[in-house]
């Protein structure tokens, strides 16, 4: 598999199982970012390096994005990573938390997620 395209943009929804909120968010990815991960790349070039753009999405609303590069044989380093947006926040939405009571239960007797909500960050 060769270099894909780089995201302009990217949209989520979620359900935080901590907060019984949902959370959307749409973002635009930073102007430069094709230029970046372009100079990424030839930092950490294929075929050493694999390159993914990894998604952290948060219970409490937070969002992060990042390019990783990491490599499957001696490399000197094992995992890169470069910052595309270092975080920001999805807005609450609508939804039925219902639906994952019996999940959200679940998680809380194996110690996963607090016995009580937390409120969302304002």
Same mark, same amino acid.
């Given at each position: 598999?060769? +270099? =894909? $395209? ?32 372009? $100079? ?6 294929? +075929? ?19 390019? =990783? ?9 094992? *995992?890169?990573? #470069? ?23 679940? *998680? =809380?007797? #194996? ?9 969302? +960050?304002?």
């Amino acid at each position: 598999m060769g +270099p =894909r $395209a780089i995201p302009q943009t990217m949209s989520a929804r979620w359900f935080s199982h901590r907060t019984l909120t949902f959370y959307e968010i749409d973002l635009a990815f930073p102007e430069d970012t094709e230029k970046r991960v372009r $100079a990424f790349y030839r930092d950490h070039p294929p +075929p050493e390096y694999t390159h993914d753009l990894m998604v952290g999405i948060s219970g409490d609303g937070r969002v992060r994005v990042w390019w =990783r590069a990491w490599c499957g044989r001696d490399c000197g380093e094992d *995992h890169a990573y #470069l910052p595309i947006i270092r975080e920001t926040v999805g807005r609450q939405v609508e939804g039925d938390p219902e639906q994952y009571r019996e999940s959200t239960e679940y *998680h =809380r007797e #194996l110690g996963r997620i607090p016995p009580e909500p937390e409120p969302p +960050p304002r």
